[in-house]
C-alpha cells in the first residue's frame, strides 16, 4: 500500500515557540492531504483539509492562526503550530488521497507534540 | 457532535473467542472505513465497505454495513492477543470530498 512518513514522530518544546511537523506522500502523489489531532484515550477529531496549491480548509473551531498549514508541492505538506501552549500537547496523525482511489486515506505514523 | 459512535468503548474477551464492535453514524455516506491504532501508534486501514455494499470480508475480519440504519459492524474472529487494540469507525459523508469523520472507537483486550 502507499506509504505517509511524517517527521518528527516526537517533539518536545516550549511554551510559546512554534513547531513545524511534515507530512510526505513517498510514492504516490498526494492530491489531498488532511491533518487529524488525537487527545488521550480520544478519538481523531479532522482539524484541516490540504490542498496542493491552495488555502486549506479548517474545520470548525480549529484556529487557522495557530495551526498554519503549508501543502506547497503533491508530495509534502506541513503543519506548524505557531505559539504553542501545554494545551496543544497532542498527537497529529496526517493522511494523505491520491487520486483514483475510493477515498481511500494512507496515515502518517502521527507526531506526539509535548509542549512545556 | 461531528463524530459517530461507537459500541462498546471497552471490550475485553478471552484469546479465540469473537469480538465485536458497533458504529452508528449521522449522514449518508459514499463508504465507512474501520481502522486499527496500537497505544501510541498511527493508524492501520482494515477494511472499506462502500454504501451499496452489505457485507465485506477480509481474512478474520467481518464488516457488515445498514444503511437504513446508518450503522456498521466489525467482527474479529478467532480473537488473537495480538488483536489488543483500539478499534474506530470512520465514514466518508456524501458530498464531503474526501472528509474521514471518525468513531469514538472501541478498546479492544484481548487476554491469552
Known amino acids: 500500500g502507499a506509504v505517509v512518513s511524517q517527521h518528527p514522530s516526537w517533539v518536545i518544546c516550549k511554551s510559546g515557540t512554534s513547531v513545524k511537523i511534515e507530512c510526505r506522500s513517498l510514492d504516490f502523489q498526494a492530491t489531498t492531504m488532511f491533518w487529524y489531532r488525537q487527545f488521550p484515550k480520544q478519538s481523531l477529531m479532522l482539524m484541516a483539509t490540504s490542498n496542493e496549491g491552495s488555502k486549506a480548509t479548517y474545520e470548525q473551531g480549529v484556529e487557522k492562526d495557530k495551526f498554519l498549514i503549508n501543502h506547497a508541492s503533491l508530495t509534502l505538506s506541513t503543519l506548524t503550530v505557531t505559539s504553542a501552549h501545554p494545551e496543544d500537547s497532542s498527537f497529529y496523525i496526517c493522511?494523505?488521497?491520491?487520486?483514483?482511489?475510493?477515498?481511500?486515506?494512507?496515515f502518517g505514523p502521527g507526531t506526539r507534540l509535548t509542549v512545556l | 457532535s461531528q463524530q459517530g459512535e461507537e459500541d462498546p468503548q471497552a471490550l475485553s474477551i478471552q484469546e479465540g473467542e469473537n469480538a465485536t464492535m458497533n458504529c452508528s453514524y449521522k449522514?449518508?455516506?459514499?463508504?465507512l472505513q474501520w481502522y486499527r491504532q496500537n497505544s501510541g501508534r498511527g493508524l492501520v486501514h482494515l477494511i472499506l465497505i462502500r454504501s451499496n455494499e452489505r457485507e465485506k470480508h477480509s481474512g478474520r475480519l467481518r464488516v457488515t454495513l445498514d444503511t437504513s440504519k446508518k450503522s456498521s459492524s466489525l467482527l474479529i474472529t478467532a480473537s488473537r492477543a495480538a488483536d489488543t487494540a483500539s478499534y474506530f469507525c470512520?465514514?466518508?459523508?456524501?458530498?464531503?470530498?474526501?472528509?474521514?469523520?471518525f468513531g469514538q472507537g472501541t478498546t479492544l483486550q484481548v487476554k491469552p
Open positions: 449522514t449518508s455516506i459514499n463508504n
Open positions: 470512520a465514514t466518508d459523508a456524501t458530498g464531503n470530498t474526501g472528509k474521514l469523520i
Open positions: 493522511s494523505a488521497t491520491g487520486q483514483g482511489v475510493y477515498n481511500e486515506q494512507f
